[in-house]
Nanobody, 122 residues
Framework: QLQLVESGGGLVQPGGSLRLSCAAS????????IGWFRQAPGKEREGVSC????????NYADSVKGRFTISRDNAKNMVYLQMNSLKREDTAVYYC???????????????WGQGTQVTVSS
């Protein structure tokens, strides 16, 4: 069974940090770009970041640029999203998605995880 599993979410105070992880089972991530999307209650789904299969290309939403860093370790079949200087508006369920190429649209991805909740609150 092909699966993506996110972990690392939780409750953090404004200004704090979290590192999200995306693990693959049943397939190798080597050939896939990985995107992180998020969705907050009552809001549309938003693309946060994406990394190419080689890791050579990354992109970020303007809202997270300079605060979030996406990386991957293909040897471990893992992708990470380091989130620093977190703000209340970063509160959302975060999903990792896999596709051949990065896309700004979640519909462009082939595999989805179940999501991990990130809550930024004092």
């Amino acid at each position: 069974q092909l699966q993506l599993v996110e972990s690392g979410g939780g409750l953090v105070q404004p200004g704090g940090s979290l590192r999200l992880s995306c693990a693959a089972s049943g397939f190798t991530l080597d050939y896939y770009a990985i995107g992180w999307f998020r969705q907050a209650p009552g809001k549309e789904r938003e693309g946060v970041s994406c990394i190419s299969s080689s890791g050579g290309t990354t992109n970020y939403a303007d809202s997270v640029k300079g605060r979030f860093t996406i990386s991957r370790d293909n040897a471990k079949n893992m992708v990470y999203l380091q989130m620093n200087s977190l703000k209340r508006e970063d509160t959302a369920v975060y999903y990792c998605l896999a596709a051949i190429y990065c896309s700004g649209y979640a519909e462009g991805y082939d595999y989805w995880g179940q999501g991990t909740q990130v809550t930024v609150s004092s």
